[in-house]
């Protein structure tokens, strides 16, 4: 029993190393990064912290990521709950193939929408908007949304939506008052990789925003290239990336293991 | 058994629009762009097949396809069975459970960029952790903007750091499942750990697995930001996937008839290679 949980203990020691590493940096001043190695800040500084939270077009990186990522994941649930709701409980003419079809979409690289996207949402007028990115993000949040709730509805029989007529229930009041709460397990995944997938993108989040909505992970490959070596700022910029991603699993953590595997297991 | 009705549309319909707005416009686009040629002022010409031909008969591509296809077998043949060990050596109930999920999960929330530059920071020869380490501590020669080698090294050891986890928490998942009568049955049989793990938990984790090797395919296959960002696709083309050779054609040179042929080339593979991998791993669930 002893030798076993060696396994998972280094995994999580490597896990941790480069993470250490990225907060380490962010304690330690310009000057000793720069000047050689050392395993622990010596001259622990919090001014790379002061600047991001005191630089608006810092701390906007950040508001602005929040604001598509929380967008995206209000859009994606609305549009993905009736969607699956269908694919889990009716078969119709096509429902195979158009769940294929979704599928693809999480399959083209984000290279490849790249250009299109920045032509497409300049023409109708909603380039460097939050809403832009949050309507591109669904591109490959709704397939996964629709997928992992399809998993999670197709666990609740049948029997209960029938009984909910048989007691004379709508079907709106039928879903939001019995079918929702059921399910809401797989709702709090779902939230949660829509959350996930928009937060860790960039390519396509940067390439539709210019100055408004920039995201704050493209702040800080502008700083990388245009202040040279702050790897102290962009060291405190990255761990600050971390906590919101931190603050969500800890809301799904029991419920993250299943909801990995799509609600299907 | 299924309504069979037509219903289903009427949910479908959102979803249908915002999808198709967000796919076929721009699909549409780069099949456009693939056929023609263009010298600015939005003045295009014709040109049949010729970017498809060309792009396929190119030496840069086939290059940059064979690094793809290298990568994304070393990332499978890696990350799988490692996901899998560690998901058995890994506690089913306890204090430990939520600690080992939470802390697993937490590189994939972080956003690709910063992973790249996380990495970079972290292999940088004289200042970075493990950079330090290799060259100061055990004295071999570690430098990834010199050494081809090196720079593999990194991506697929940052690939494998980023997403293992991802099998893991799918197998523990299926693992978890498990009803305990099956282990005891196992026990009076007095079957040994392997028999246990060949025809218990592996069947058991089948579908698990198949998702999780659908998803790391797609994604590796797919990478752009991360080894962009931790080497540029270099030294010199050494690590240059195929994402990062197409945005250097599209964005790069502005070539966008070339690039929107190449898309369409990579988009397609991509299809069949999941298609295929989605067959082989589900035909005898027919039963």
Known sequence: ?265 | MKTQNQYGWYFVLPVLLLVAFNALIPMMTVVNYSVQETFGDNVFFWQGLDWFEQILRSDRFHAALGRQFLFTGLILAIEIPLGIIIALAMPRQGFWVPVCLVTMALPMLIPWNVVGAMWNIFTLPEIGLLGYFMNNTLGISYDMTQDPIAAWVTIVTMDVWHWTSLVVLLSYAGLVSIPDAYYQAAKIDGASPWSVFRHIQLPKMKTVLTIAILLRFMDSFNIYTEPFVLTGGGPGNSTTLLSIDLVKIALGQFDLGPAAAMSLIYFAITLLVSWLFYTLMTKDDGK
């Open chain 1, 1 to 265: 029993m002893k030798k076993r949980s060696l396994i998972p203990i280094l995994y999580i020691l490597f896990l941790m190393l480069p993470i250490y590493w990225l907060v380490a940096m962010s304690f330690k001043t310009t000057n000793e990064i720069l000047s050689g190695f050392s395993l622990f800040p010596q001259t622990f500084t919090l001014e790379n912290y002061r600047v991001i939270f005191t630089d608006p077009t810092w701390y906007w990186g950040y508001i602005n990521s929040i604001i598509y990522v929380s967008l995206n994941t209000v859009i994606s649930i609305i549009v993905a709950l009736p969607a699956a709701y269908a694919f889990s409980r009716y078969s119709f003419l096509g429902d195979k193939q158009l769940f294929f079809w979704l599928l693809t979409n999480r399959m083209a690289p984000a290279a490849v929408f790249a250009l299109p996207f920045f032509q497409l949402y300049s023409a109708v007028g909603l380039f460097d908007t939050h809403l832009a990115v949050a309507l591109a993000h669904c591109l490959f949040n709704i397939p996964l949304a629709v997928w992992i709730l399809e998993g999670f509805m197709s666990g609740v029989p049948k029997e209960l939506d029938e009984t909910a007529y048989v007691d004379g229930y709508s079907f709106p009041r039928f879903f939001v008052s019995i079918f929702l709460p059921t399910i809401k397990a797989g709702v709090g995944v779902a939230a949660f990789f829509c959350f996930m997938f928009s937060w860790v993108e960039l390519l396509l989040a940067k390439t539709l925003t210019a100055v408004a909505a920039k995201p704050i992970a493209a702040t800080m490959t502008k700083t990388a290239s245009s202040a040279g070596y702050e790897l102290g700022l962009l060291a405190a910029a990255g761990t600050l990336t971390i906590i919101p991603g931190a603050i969500v699993i800890y809301f799904v953590r029991n419920y993250i293991a299943k909801g990995f595997a799509l609600g299907r297991v």
